[in-house]
């Protein structure tokens, strides 16, 4: 798999031959998001006792910061 900025086809014959999913088209991404954000709160409320995990760390951070949720859940406020 490419992608435009992060990995680019090495040639440029490779590149002509590449299709974008269309899916992932702007005006699609932007229907997705502000569904997110419409919903967001409410899953916040079903989901009380879930972890906010942020996920830009190195795997073995979030694997341990999970795993502590687990076995011994952080005190949260109520």
Known sequence: ????TFR???TPEI???LRQNPRDKEE???KRVEIYY???KELE?????ACYV????DPYVVFEFI??????????KK
């Open 1 to 4: 798999r490419y992608h435009t």
């Open 8 to 10: 680019p086809a090495p």
């Open 15 to 17: 590149q002509a031959r």
């Open 28 to 30: 699609n991404i932007e």
């Open 38 to 40: 419409r919903n967001v």
């Open 45 to 49: 409320d079903f989901y009380e006792d």
């Open 54 to 57: 942020n996920a830009d760390q």
């Open 67 to 76: 795993e502590s949720c687990i076995v011994k859940p952080l005190p949260c």
